[in-house]
């Protein structure tokens, strides 16, 4: 029988910004890890991962509801909880079996204890003779292994992994999961559940028993798959492409919920996609190239365009969002309107582009509106950045405004000066 090792129950988080507003980031959340498990978290960026992660390990507190650890409440960092994050802070001036020792200085552990210890899971993990290595001498992929050594020193139960091999190259990334897959399957770590972040849908296939699909603005959990592959699983496989394939149509079903509520939903504040012009142009393309009349499949497009779904999504949120293109679980189809733009010269491009984002981005919109009242045809960005502020983090509010001024500035709707952080009207008369 298998047991809850993690409860997650009813977690909602708000962070504050300013005085009175509140930034929710996750709402009802609630999700049983159990034990002999590996659940990958699957999620856009932004939608509140990492901190589900930190509110699991006991880093920081839920505003509501709570986590339970073996039955018992969560407050404060839980013993039996480790947590392997994407890039780890090594100490420099330390080696490696010193960086790895660390871990259990701060649980009181005899000095003969840790340092059999630290050598047993710097052995485990692949890292044998670098003990007197420092970091520096190290390769990237090396120094997460001293991360994973640091955090399975402490004999942890629970293995929490925050996107912990998005920060290395595909091969290093390759051999660190199947080496962790090797020890998990050994059972050589005494770990009895895993729980890892990714915005990868393939590792997420490849490593995962059950895959757990984050929503975001607020993240709560929309799907739960569980996958039953054996293993060791290969990417060629046909059964692991369906897999795949299952998962683009869940999270794209998921994301035309949203399209149904849009037309009211999109708003002054709403948290824009991180997509370029170019990237636009280019899907857009590749979707009315004769090879595919107007319809790919989204993992193709993926693929054909090597895009993870950090990439992919808000590109097709945005081809979405000026009615360029419309996705339908898993499928993404072109608009007459996308049609239109594929077919246009580059100055007709420009003007379409510009009509799009006048009539269904409300931010530019605005921004014109802005810029035509004003007597000089001028503003500072600050304006628009503190007024998006109302609605989002400061970081975001920041990537937003990029966002949708380099649209503008395409479209040539606007221009904008680096130095001095004006916006204008490009042609004010
Ligand atoms: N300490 C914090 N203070 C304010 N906002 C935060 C804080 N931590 C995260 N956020 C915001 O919460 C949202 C979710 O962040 P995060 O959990 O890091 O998402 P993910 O890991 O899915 O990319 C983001 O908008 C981020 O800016
Ligand atoms: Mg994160």
Known sequence: MTQPIIEIINVEKSFKKGDRQELLVL??????IYEGEIV???????SGKSTLLRIIAGLINPTAGGVHYRGKPVNGPARGIAMVFQTFALLPWLTVL???ELGLEALGVD????RERAIKAIDMIGLDGFESALPKELSGGMRQRVGFARALVVNPDVLLMDEPFSALDVLTADNLKSDLQDLWQSKKTGLNAIVFVTHSIDEAIMMADRVIVFNSNPGLVSSDMRVTLPFPRSDIDPRFRNQVDRIYTLMTTQSQRHEEARANVIDLGYRLPEASVSE???LLE??????????????????????DIDDLFPLTELLEILYFAKVSKGDITITDEGKAFVDADILERKKIFSIHLKKYVPLARYIYDQLIRHPRHRALEEHFL????DYLSEEEAERVLRTVIEWGRYAELFAYDYSSGVLSLENPH
């Open 386 to 389: 503190s007024l998006l502020e």
């Open 98 to 100: 010193q960086n790895v």
């Open 286 to 307: 590749l979707l009315a190239s004769p090879e595919h009349q107007g319809k790919m499949d989204l993992p193709d497009v993926a693929d054909m365009l090597t895009l």
């Open 40 to 46: 990958a978290i699957l999620g856009k960026s932004g």
């Open 280 to 282: 636009v142009t280019g």
């Open 27 to 32: 709402k009802g959340v609630n999700l049983t």
């Open 111 to 114: 000095r003969v204890e840790r």
